[in-house]
């Protein structure tokens, strides 16, 4: 198994560009999240989807948005990238209940100039 | 709302030498509280959770944390480290009975000197 696996692991944007970051995992995992984390900060929630089909907002929405395409596939996109938005993004995988582990990825490094 | 305050951003120790990562919380609701270690370029994997019980809970690596509800606090200990335990440590919690998202706090990074 590969577990949450995350493409690309680095991206330099310029300001005002778009892109998507894909997370996909092999676990059965019915929720998937996306978070960021900068430095001093721990990591912030930006997007979860408790389940396929529905997606709700976190703690740090502005500026994204996510699909989940499947139960495997949890996308993040960014519109209009701003220098803000310069972090490293995690997406992990779990079931439902809040008693379970999350499954992290390796991390996507996006740098926006 | 609840929120997690690690009180350390960097602890220097050396090896074989006892250490103790400090971690509280606030929460209006019951909750359930983790530790997760990121090693360096990799994404974050769990060391340990409570949830109920013993107050003292046994993780992964020879780490062991204990709850204390009346200080809220949630303190992660180990009593020799490693070269290997060099990493970052993050403290999370999570309403008990709602949905599973994590609120994390700022992170220790361990530095193990030989």
């Known amino acids: 198994n590969a577990g949450v696996t995350q493409t690309p692991k680095f991206q330099v944007l310029k300001t005002g560009q778009s892109m998507t970051l894909q997370c996909a995992q092999d676990m059965n995992h019915n929720s998937m999240y996306w978070y960021r984390q900068d430095p001093g900060m721990g990591l912030r929630l930006i997007y979860y989807?408790?389940?396929?089909?529905?997606?709700d907002k976190g703690e740090v929405p502005n500026g994204y948005n996510v699909s989940r395409l499947n139960k495997r596939e949890f996308s993040l996109r960014l519109e209009s990238a701003a220098p803000s938005q310069t972090s490293v993004y995690f997406c992990?995988?779990?079931?439902?209940?809040?008693?379970?582990?999350?499954?992290f990825g390796p991390g996507t490094r996006l740098t926006v100039l | 709302a609840q929120s997690v305050t690690q009180l350390d951003s960097q602890v220097p120790v050396f090896e074989e030498a006892p250490v103790e990562l400090r971690c509280n919380y606030s929460s209006s609701v019951s909750v359930y509280l983790f530790w997760y270690v990121q090693y360096p370029n990799q994404g974050l994997q769990l060391l340990l959770k409570?949830?109920?019980?013993?107050?003292l809970v046994k993780g992964i690596n020879g780490f062991e944390a204990e709850f204390n509800k009346s200080q809220t606090s949630f303190h992660l200990r180990k009593p020799s480290v490693h070269i290997s335990d060099t990493a970052e440590y993050f403290c999370a919690v999570t309403p008990s009975g709602g949905y599973n998202k994590l609120i994390f706090g700022a992170g220790t990074r361990l530095a193990v000197h030989p």
């Open positions: 992990a995988g779990s079931d439902r209940g809040s008693t379970d582990t999350q499954y």
């Open positions: 989807s408790a389940s396929e089909g529905t997606t």
């Open positions: 409570y949830l109920s019980g013993s107050t």
